[in-house]
């Protein structure tokens, strides 16, 4: 079950054009800048989501930060190769 914060990571690679990279430049190359995602975790007035990252002893569950984290890389990563041309096929990333 992934948590709600990966939920909308996987979707914004899936959702064509809602939140699109700029082209690449002249030469292919990206900018880091053009390539950022960011993601707020609403833990003090979202009781849900706080309750989903609260571990049984009021700590952090580290694993299921690693796992938002894995997805954010790889929503940048995304962004960072996807050459923002629906014609061509969608970039891979293993």
């Known amino acids: 079950h992934r948590s709600s914060i990966t939920q909308s990571l996987w ?29 707020r975790y609403n ?9 989903r990252y609260e571990s049984a002893f009021g700590t952090m569950r580290v694993g299921v930060l690693l796992e938002d984290m894995d997805a954010l890389a790889g929503s940048c ?5 996807d050459d ?9 990333l293993v």
């Not at 990279?21 to 390539?35: E, F, L, V, W």
């Not at 923002?84 to 891979?92: C, K, Q, R, S, Y």
């Open 77 to 81: 990563a995304w962004r960072h190769v």
């Open 11 to 39: 979707k914004l690679r899936c959702d064509e054009g809602a939140d699109a990279p700029p082209a690449p430049n002249p030469d292919g190359t990206r900018y880091p800048s053009q390539s950022r995602v960011s993601i």
């Open 43 to 51: 833990l003090t007035r979202d009781a849900e989501l706080r309750e």
């Open 84 to 92: 923002a041309d629906p014609v061509t096929d969608p970039p891979i």
